[in-house]
């Protein structure tokens, strides 16, 4: 027996035929009539030696053959078409995909798509905004940026940033909490994008850090950090605000964080795109610009202390 495949216009319209359970769908599909379709299956069945779908009257339904054939074309082509994108990709550096958080895409990359656009006119910036983890091949993203610890694998992963936290308010706010142990009266906002860390970073672990006991079981709770943020520059109450997510509120006023003490953990922002990946012109100007954004807000942690929360257990 041969193992010759039989030609890919043949398979196209059995595995279109068989997901549809149809011939008119089908064809409708492929842009052909329903005859060509036929056409191309009975040409299919003939190099097969046997029939893929019985023909009723209204309908179609799949022979044993066909049961066994069906799920590995609609692989095949399903990988074919990732490849295809894939490769596509390559060439085109005017389109430039990036993946992040909700938080980080709402409160770091939008407000600086502007500063990029204007300096690379020649590249369409796209957001993906997801904490689903990407797969390059099959999801049409070039880059990704990731916070947490790491244990990127088989592709190219940079550190681009070191989380820290503090206690951030509005500056009326700071007014009436000027000291760290005032705190004790404030509505505290509790961050809960963050309770997958390890360390504890959270309103308990830097007030043990500035001994001060306090009851921070109330307060509003948010599962997005962007949304706790929105709360505290509302006036809401104070938050313990991630310096990398709060850089333009307390650059723009709208935040301060008016104590020393922040505390870090292990966990890291990565630009993550497919190893080798990084060398392609646009993914590169991309790289270039977060690190240097990222460094021109670095002025805020001048002068605190900053410490690691496994130094707290």
Known sequence: MSDRLPPLTALRAFEAAARHMSFAKAADELNVTPAALSYQIKALEADLGQPVFRRLNRAVELTEAGRCLAPGATDAFTTLSTAWRSTKRLTDSGVLTVTAGPAFTSKWLAPRMYDFAQAHEDIDLRFSATLRIVDFNRDEVDVA????????????????????????????LAKAYDTP?????????????????????????????????????????FSQADHAIDAAIAGAGVVMGRASLVARALEDGQLVAPFDLGLTSEAQYRFICPLGNERRPHIAAFEAWVLEEIQSSKHIAEGRRLINASDLL
């Open 181 to 221: 142990d005032k705190l004790v009266k404030a509505t505290f906002i509790h961050d809960d994008s963050i309770n997958f860390l390890k360390l504890p970073t959270g309103w308990d672990a830097w007030l043990k850090a500035m001994k001060i006991k306090a009851d921070t079981s109330h307060g509003p709770r």
């Open 145 to 172: 940026i990731r916070f947490g610890l790491g244990g990127d694998e088989g592709v190219y992963s940079r550190p681009i940033f070191d989380e820290w936290m503090t206690p951030m308010m509005t500056p009326q």
